[in-house]
């Protein structure tokens, strides 16, 4: 049986140079990066260069790169940092309402133990958001925004530039952090452009591998260590670096870096078959609008619990995922705030492309969803 994996929004396949820099690493760069002999010299130029790679992707200074475990490392140290080194008198902070777990139970817990204010900006009726109503939102008293740059479960892209940019004209003390991890490699990620401080990103989402990611902080932001112990990464995050996985992400952001404008083209081009496919099963109703990311389509399936169809594509070698219950059945309820109905949030699916993805998988993705249709529902 052929496999059709469309589930590159939850983990991606490592690509061929990640694989290879992680190999270098392990077989024969093995040393610890704080060793002082020629063995750990080779491996802190393992991480150097992988640095020196994302700060080239990002366009900033290789000094503003923090390399952490995962983008849930690095979205808990920016907001918690930000929270402790200027959230003192300080106390609200901004976000939208469809932000990953990682940053919403974050937020939580300042709310429930630190005294925040957590103000949450819904999309508009449309499912759109206005970047005015971030902007009306702050004040001298906001201690930091924080939004996701492409949502998760649907692909719709948030106005990250203009609400920071709008934010920072106003109350430049803010602090901007952007979850960015399903847009990099995607689309252009520029801390500069975005007026952002923080940016969160993740090595697994973007081929590379599981268990690493990384911290944008513009020089002169405020950091608070969440690890202590030694001084890697200057002293912000102790214990020592895996160097293999951060090789591995600096190699896959290199090797996706000159092509990701036809890549992001190409996915564009299956989105769109899938859409038209899509558009003539009965009842299946798109949530992504035209305007998200191409990378991410969520789809409701009325009638079907997603679980149910999941499993049934899973055994024509379909994977993709069930776009509400991300935490064990229990909904984000981000499809409703993009507007689903409440009825329908049991029906979403997510598919998610990679570059990797061929016409073919579009093919048994809707192939399946309709013979899915057809058998589920006739049961
Ligand atoms: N933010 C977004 C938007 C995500 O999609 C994810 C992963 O699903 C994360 C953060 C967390 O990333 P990681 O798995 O690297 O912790």
Known sequence: MNEHYLDNAATTKP????????MRCFQENYGNPS????????????????????AAALGCDVREILFTSCATESTNMALRSTAAAYGRKRKKIITSAVEHASVKQTLRH????????????????????????????????????????????TGHVLPVKEVF??????????ITHCDAVQAFMKYPVRPYQLCADLISLS????????????LYVKKGTKLRALLLGGKQENSLRAGTEGVPLIAGFGAAVEALAPTMESRFQYVKSLNAALREKLNQLPGVRILSPEDASPYV???????????????????????VSSGSAC???????????????????DSVLRISFSSENTMDDVDAAAEGIAAGQ???MHK
């Not at 690509?15 to 992680?22: D, G, L, N, W």
């Not at 060793?35 to 994302?54: C, F, P, T």
């Not at 940019?165 to 803010?174: E, L, N, T, Y």
């Not at 389509?297 to 994977?319: D, F, N, T, W």
């Open 327 to 345: 935490s064990k059945g229990a909904g984000s309820g981000v499809p409703e705030m993009f507007g689903a109905a409440r009825e329908e949030a």
């Open 203 to 214: 090595g697994h989402k973007i081929h590379a591998a599981k268990g690493v990611g990384a």
């Open 165 to 174: 940019s709008a934010v920072k004209r106003r109350f430049p003390h803010i």
């Open 35 to 54: 060793s002082l002999h020629r063995i750990g010299l080779y491996a802190q130029q393992e991480m150097d260069h992988a640095r020196k790679v994302l």
């Open 297 to 319: 389509m969520s789809i409701i399936v009325p009638k079907i619990r997603s679980e149910i169809l999941l499993h049934y594509l899973e055994q024509k070698g379909v994977y």
């Open 374 to 376: 057809m058998e589920i």
């Open 15 to 22: 690509c061929e140079a990640a694989v290879a820099a992680m």
């Open 110 to 153: 300042l709310a429930e133990n630190e005294g925040f204010e957590i103000i949450e900006i819904r999309p508009d009726e449309t499912g759109t958001y206005r970047a005015g109503d971030f902007a009306a939102a702050a004040d001298e008293n906001t201690c930091m925004i924080t939004m996701m740059m492409v949502n998760n479960e």
